[in-house]
């Protein structure tokens, strides 16, 4: 069964630092896709970055990169030159195949200190 | 377009009582889902469809109810109101010939308190 597991209940990083937000995952689908979300305080869902299974490089999406391991099956996200309008709630999830049931895992609340 | 909307934003029921979240996108998306938001547990999904007429269940349907008899509009039940239920509710939809890339779309959410 497809799980997504998120173990940082929180971070706290200091302004202008790199964050890494881990996100761990399993599935018996050699076809997966992997995506990030925030989600500030207003409570919204924003997509933030994708990657496929079948990705040969890790995607970036300006300050935001994936560091996909997938021998590891590893997804962790890392957020550069961290900015306080990062400060939200931040969702790993997963979708296997060509299917549309999408899983996510638990989130991190990350702090941006000034 | 107006995307993905959902009323109503807030709603306080008491034990018992029954309600519809309302769901609704003006894209044209065939899937749609339904998924509850608790404090430390994610998203986690509650019923699913893929089509006019057809839905299934998620990882948590119980105590819940849906029906999809048009593209645009997918709404959620409760029949009996729990405080177990009390959580914030997003509706998701995403057209069935989208790129595995392209992200589900969200709406803002309704936040339902049960006493």
Known sequence: AQKITQTQPGMFVQEKEAVTLDCTYDTSDPSYGLFWYK?????EMIFLIYQGSY??????EGRYSLNFQ??????????????????????CAMREGLGFKTIFGAGTRLFVKA | NAGVTQTPKFQVLKTGQSMTLQCAQDMNHEYMSWY??????????????????????GEVPNGYNVSRSTTEDFPLRLLSAAPSQTSVYFCASRP????????????????????
């Open chain 1, 39 to 43: 989600q500030p305080s207003s409570g």
């Open chain 1, 55 to 60: 990705d040969q490089q890790n995607a970036t």
């Open chain 1, 70 to 91: 997938k021998a590891r099956k590893s997804a962790n996200l890392v957020i550069s030159a961290s900015q306080l309008g990062d400060s939200a709630m931040y969702f």
């Open chain 2, 36 to 57: 509850r938001q608790d404090p430390g547990m994610g998203l986690r999904l509650i019923h699913y469809s893929v089509g006019a007429g057809i839905t299934d269940q």
């Open chain 2, 96 to 115: 069935q010939g989208a790129q595995p890339q392209e992200t589900q779309y969200f709406g803002p959410g309704t936040r339902l308190l049960v006493l």
